[in-house]
C-alpha cells in the first residue's frame, strides 16, 4: 500500500510539474535542442527546482560509482551502505560504471520508486571506442581522416551502451597533445587543433545523433577541460603550463567546436592551469566556458578531482575544495564526497550562494529532460533490444569498416604489399599477433577479454598461402595483480630460436609487434618509446635470416622504430583496432583494402625530440648558419625532422598534384584549387591537406598550420580537381587577450599528401579599408 501510495505521489508531481517529455521533440542540425523546445524544459526544470529541498539539489551535483550488485542484497553496512542510503534519500543525481538493463533498471527503480521526488538517475559509463564491440581506439581513428567513419563509429557505440541502460559517455576526449609519451594519445586526436575539432564534432554527433531523447543515443562529454593533454614531460596528472597563444590556439579551439556542435556535458581536468587546480579554476569554467562561450550543459570532474585539490596544494580540507569547486563552476562530484557532506553547510554558512546551486542543478536537469529520463526512466532498460542490438551485425560491420580506414601504411619499399594470395609460405611472428585480448586497446571496460580478431585468425581466413606461426616472444608476462596493469617480458627470449626456423623457411614474415593494449592510456605514461622487452631484439634476430619483413605495429602511441627504419622494407601502423582488429589487417596486408590512413600525431626518431609536432615556430634562427657553427636551434646529436611527419600514409597507388590556383572570391574569402591524379594501377584513397602560413603577425604563428582537407577516391588515371575555400575563420587566430583577429598582410598556402607539403602559393590579405583585396604571387 506504501509503494502504491508512493507511484501515485509521483505521477501527481510529474502532471503538475509537466514532465512528460515529447518524443517526437525537433532538434537542430548540432544535435542541441531548438529554441521553442528548450523554453518547454526550462520551465519544467524550473517548476521542479522549486519543489526541491536544498539537500535534495545538493544530491543532483552527486555522482556515485557503482558500490553494490544492485541486484542483489543491499549493503547493510560501512561506505557502500552510507551511499545506498544516499540514493534513497534523492541525494544521488548520477551513477557510473553500473552497466547492463538489469543493474540499471534496479538502481534506477529505487531512484524513481523511493525517493521524494523520483527524479531519474542519469547513468554514465565510459563509452571510449566501443561499449561490448570496440572499435579502434580514438587516436586511430582520427588517422582514417574520415568524419563520416567516425560518426558512424560513435553512433553504432551509442546504440550498444545505450541497449545496455548507458545515456551518458564520457567521451569524446578532445585534449590536444604532441608528447607521445602521455600515455592518454590513445584517446584523442592527436597533436593538430584543426583536426582534432572536426574528430571531435563527428564524436559529439555520433553519439548524440539528431535527437537526444531517442533510446539509441546517449549524452557525449567533452573532456578534459583544459589543458591535460600538455602535461609536463608526458607524465599522466602532471602540470600543465602553457602560454596564452597556445592555450586559445591550439588547446581551446577542439572544445570550442565540441560546445558549437551542443555537446550536453563537460569534464574537468586532473592538472592544474597557471597555478589553480582545473577543477577550481574560475578562469575556465565561469569566465570562459560559461561566460563568453554561454555554454548550457553542466560540468563534472574528472574522478576525485575535487579532493585532489587538497594535494594540489589550493584547498586546505574536503569543505574548502567543495566551497572552491562549486564557486568556480563544477556542477557535479564525480566520486569526491564533498559536495553531498559539505555543501549545505557551506550555504548555510554564506560562502557559497544558493543561487549557484540552482544554477548546477538547472543544468543538470535540463540534460535529464533532454535524454527524455523523466518522460520514461526505464527506457534504456529494454532486455529485449539489449540482446538484439549487442553485437550485432550493423555494429560488427561498422567497427571492421573504422578499423581498415584507420591503418596506416608507413613504408612499403619494393612493393612487398600487398601479399600475393598463393603460392607463398608466410611466417608469422609475434606474440601479439595470436592475442585476441590486447587489440581490444585500453579504455574497453565493458568488453569481454578474448574477443578480438587475432591477425592469425585474419590471415587464416586466405587459404592460398601457407602459414606458419611462431610466437618467438611474449610482449607482457602476465597482470600484475592491479586492475589493467602488466608485466612486460625483459628477458625471456627462449621462443627465439622456433621463430628464427620459421622465418629461415619463409617467402615473407609478417612480424606482429608493438604495445600490450594496456601499455597505453590513464596512468600509461613512458618515458622510452621503443618496442617494449625483448621485441627489438626479436626483429633483429629475425632479419639476419630473411630480410623480405613486413612489420605491423600495433600500438597506442607513436614509437620510435629508426631500426626498423632503416632495415626493415614494409612498416604497417596498425595500432590497437578493436574487435575486428584481425580481419582488418588481413584485408590491409592482402590488397583488399587498399590502405589510406594518415598519422595524426609525429613519430620521433627520438625520445629526445618529444615533444615534436609540425606546427612549430620559426624561432629567431631557424636555417643552418655556415659550416661548422652551433648557433642556430638544433640538436647536435640528431636531427630536428621527424621519423615520420603528421599526415604522412602511404597507398598501394601512387598520386600525383599539380597545378595549385589562388582566387579571390570576395573580401577574405580565397579558392584554393589543386589537381589531384592518381597515377598508379588500382583504385586508392588521398587526403588532400592545405596548410597556411601567416607570415607576419602581431602574435608569430607557426610555420604551418592544417585549414583543410579532403578525403577523395580515384581510380587508376583518373583525376579531380579538389578545391578548398579560405575564410577569415581559417585565417584569423586569437591573440594574447583572447580575441580573434584577422591581420594584413602575406600568407603562404601549401598542398599536398602530408604536411611535408608538394606545391606551394602566396597571397596578400588587404587591410579592411582596402576592402580585403588581394595580390596572388
Keep these: 500500500m506504501r509503494k502504491d501510495l508512493k507511484r501515485l505521489n509521483i505521477v501527481l508531481i510529474s502532471f503538475l510539474i509537466g514532465v512528460s517529455c515529447n518524443n517526437s521533440q525537433e532538434t537542430n542540425s548540432s544535435g542541441s535542442i531548438n529554441k521553442g523546445h528548450s523554453e518547454s524544459i526550462d520551465s519544467k526544470v524550473e517548476s521542479l527546482l522549486d519543489k526541491?529541498?536544498?539537500?535534495?539539489?545538493?544530491?543532483?551535483?552527486?555522482?556515485?560509482?557503482?558500490?553494490?550488485?544492485?541486484?542483489?542484497?543491499?549493503?547493510?553496512?560501512?561506505?557502500?551502505?552510507?551511499?545506498?542510503?544516499?540514493?534513497?534519500?534523492?541525494?544521488?543525481?548520477?551513477?557510473?560504471?553500473?552497466?547492463?538493463?538489469?543493474?540499471?533498471?534496479?538502481?534506477?527503480?529505487?531512484?524513481?520508486?523511493?525517493?521524494?521526488?523520483g527524479i531519474p538517475l542519469i547513468i554514465g559509463f565510459d563509452v571510449i571506442h566501443g561499449y561490448k564491440t570496440i572499435s579502434p581506439i580514438p587516436l586511430a581513428e582520427a588517422a582514417s581522416w574520415d568524419l563520416e567513419a567516425i560518426q558512424r563509429s560513435a553512433q553504432v557505440a551509442a546504440k550498444e551502451a545505450a541497449a545496455a541502460g548507458i545515456n551518458w559517455t564520457f567521451a569524446p576526449m578532445v585534449d590536444i597533445s604532441r608528447d607521445a609519451r602521455w600515455g592518454r594519445v590513445m584517446e584523442g586526436a592527436g597533436e593538430d587543433p584543426f583536426l582534432g575539432a572536426k574528430v571531435g564534432v563527428a564524436r559529439v554527433k555520433g553519439?548524440?545523433?539528431?535527437?537526444?531523447?531517442?533510446?539509441?543515443?546517449?549524452?557525449?562529454?567533452?573532456?578534459?577541460?583544459?589543458?591535460?593533454?600538455?602535461?609536463?614531460?608526458?607524465?599522466?596528472?602532471?602540470?600543465?603550463?602553457?602560454?596564452?597563444?597556445?592555450?586559445?590556439?591550439?588547446?581551446?579551439?577542439?572544445?570550442?567546436?565540441?560546445?558549437?556542435?551542443?555537446?550536453?556535458?563537460?569534464?574537468?581536468?586532473?592538472?592544474?592551469?597557471?597555478?589553480?587546480?582545473?577543477?577550481?579554476?574560475?578562469?575556465?569554467?565561469?569566465?570562459?566556458?560559461?561566460?563568453?562561450?554561454?555554454?548550457?550543459?553542466?560540468?563534472?570532474?574528472?574522478?576525485?578531482?575535487?579532493?585532489?585539490?587538497?594535494?594540489?596544494?589550493?584547498?586546505?580540507?574536503?569543505?574548502?575544495?567543495?566551497?572552491?569547486?562549486?564557486?568556480?563552476?563544477?556542477?557535479?562530484?564525480?566520486?569526491?564526497?564533498?559536495?553531498?557532506?559539505?555543501?549545505?553547510?557551506?550555504?548555510?554558512?554564506?560562502?557559497?550562494?544558493?543561487?549557484?546551486?540552482?544554477?548546477?542543478?538547472?543544468?543538470?536537469?535540463?540534460?535529464?529532460?533532454?535524454?527524455?529520463?523523466?518522460?520514461?526512466?526505464?527506457?534504456?532498460?529494454?532486455?529485449?533490444?539489449?540482446?538484439?542490438?549487442?553485437?550485432?551485425?550493423?555494429?560488427?560491420?561498422?567497427?571492421?569498416?573504422?578499423?581498415?580506414?584507420?591503418?596506416?601504411?608507413?613504408?612499403?619499399?619494393?612493393?612487398?604489399?600487398?601479399?600475393?594470395?598463393?603460392?607463398?609460405?608466410?611466417a608469422i611472428i609475434g606474440a601479439l599477433a595470436n592475442d585476441k585480448t590486447s587489440p581490444l586497446g585500453s579504455w574497453r571496460l565493458a568488453a569481454d577479454d578474448d574477443t578480438a580478431v587475432s591477425v592469425l585468425e585474419g590471415m587464416e581466413q586466405y587459404s592460398g598461402n601457407m602459414l606458419n606461426y611462431a610466437k618467438g616472444a611474449d610482449v607482457a608476462l602476465g597482470e600484475t595483480g592491479f586492475p589493467f596493469e602488466v608485466n612486460i617480458n625483459t628477458t625471456d627470449k627462449s621462443e627465439f630460436n622456433k621463430a628464427i626456423a620459421v622465418a629461415k623457411d619463409a617467402d615473407v614474415v609478417i612480424m606482429v609487434l608493438g604495445e600490450h593494449g594496456f601499455q597505453s592510456g590513464e596512468g600509461r605514461s613512458r618515458a622510452l618509446l621503443g618496442l617494449p622487452g625483448v621485441q627489438q631484439e626479436l626483429l633483429e634476430a629475425v632479419y639476419q635470416v630473411n630480410k623480405n619483413i613486413v612489420l605491423v605495429l600495433n600500438n597506442g602511441r607513436p614509437l620510435v622504430i629508426n631500426w626498423a627504419d632503416k632495415h626493415i622494407p614494409a612498416i604497417v601502423e596498425a595500432w590497437q583496432l578493436g574487435t575486428q582488429s584481425g580481419h582488418a589487417i588481413a584485408q590491409v596486408l592482402y590488397g583488399d583494402y587498399n590502405p589510406s590512413g594518415k598519422l595524426p600525431m609525429t613519430f620521433p626518431r627520438s625520445v629526445g625530440q618529444v615533444p615534436i609536432y609540425y606546427n612549430y615556430k620559426n624561432t629567431g634562427r631557424p636555417v643552418i648558419p655556415a659550416p661548422n657553427q652551433v648557433f642556430w636551434s638544433h640538436y647536435i646529436d640528431e636531427s630536428n625532422t621527424p621519423l615520420y611527419p603528421f599526415g604522412h600514409g602511404l597507398s598501394y597507388t601512387s598520386f600525383s598534384y599539380s597545378n595549385l590556383k589562388i582566387d579571390t572570391i570576395s573580401e577574405g574569402t580565397f579558392k584554393v584549387a589543386v589537381d589531384l591524379k592518381n597515377t598508379g594501377t588500382v583504385k586508392g584513397k588521398e587526403v588532400v591537406q592545405l596548410y597556411i602560413r601567416d607570415m607576419i603577425a602581431s602574435v608569430t604563428r607557426p610555420i604551418k598550420e592544417l585549414k583543410g582537407f579532403e578525403l577523395v577516391s580515384l581510380k587508376p588515371n583518373e583525376s579531380k580537381t579538389v578545391t578548398f575555400t579560405l575564410t577569415e575563420e581559417e585565417l584569423g587566430f586569437y591573440n594574447n587577450e583572447g580575441k580573434f583577429v584577422v591581420e594584413p598582410g602575406e600568407f603562404m598556402v601549401f598542398v599536398g599528401g602530408s604536411s611535408n607539403t608538394i606545391l606551394e602559393m602566396g597571397f596578400e590579405l588587404g587591410s579592411v579599408n582596402t576592402k580585403r583585396n588581394a595580390r596572388i604571387f
Design 207 to 426: 553519439f548524440q545523433g539528431d535527437d537526444l531523447s531517442s533510446p539509441s543515443t546517449i549524452a557525449a562529454c567533452a573532456k578534459h577541460w583544459a589543458g591535460y593533454g600538455f602535461a609536463e614531460a608526458g607524465r599522466d596528472y602532471n602540470t600543465a603550463d602553457v602560454g596564452t597563444s597556445t592555450l586559445y590556439n591550439i588547446i581551446f579551439p577542439p572544445f570550442k567546436a565540441a560546445a558549437n556542435a551542443g555537446v550536453r556535458t563537460f569534464m574537468n581536468s586532473f592538472n592544474e592551469l597557471n597555478g589553480v587546480p582545473a577543477t577550481g579554476n574560475v578562469f575556465l569554467q565561469r569566465d570562459i566556458l560559461k561566460g563568453k562561450w554561454e555554454y548550457n550543459g553542466f560540468v563534472v570532474s574528472d574522478w576525485g578531482s575535487i579532493n585532489e585539490m587538497m594535494a594540489h596544494g589550493y584547498a586546505k580540507n574536503k569543505r574548502h575544495a567543495a566551497e572552491l569547486s562549486v564557486n568556480a563552476g563544477s556542477d557535479m562530484d564525480m566520486e569526491s564526497y564533498a559536495y553531498v557532506n559539505e555543501l549545505a553547510e557551506l550555504v548555510r554558512q554564506g560562502k557559497v550562494s544558493e543561487t549557484l546551486i540552482d544554477d548546477a542543478v538547472t543544468r543538470i536537469l535540463r540534460v535529464k529532460f533532454e535524454l527524455g529520463l523523466f518522460d520514461d526512466p526505464y527506457k534504456y532498460c529494454d532486455e529485449a533490444r539489449e540482446k538484439e542490438v549487442t553485437g550485432n551485425k550493423e555494429i560488427q560491420e561498422a567497427v571492421l569498416d573504422m578499423a581498415r580506414k584507420s591503418i596506416v601504411l608507413l613504408k612499403n619499399e619494393n612493393n612487398l604489399l600487398p601479399l600475393k594470395k598463393e603460392g607463398q609460405k608466410i
Design 52 to 117: 526541491m529541498t536544498l539537500e535534495e539539489k545538493i544530491g543532483q551535483m552527486n555522482q556515485y560509482n557503482g558500490f553494490w550488485d544492485v541486484t542483489g542484497p543491499s549493503p547493510s553496512s560501512g561506505d557502500a551502505a552510507k551511499k545506498y542510503e544516499h540514493l534513497k534519500k534523492g541525494y544521488v543525481g548520477s551513477m557510473l560504471n553500473v552497466k547492463g538493463v538489469k543493474e540499471v533498471r534496479a538502481v534506477q527503480k529505487i531512484a524513481v520508486g523511493e525517493t521524494r521526488l
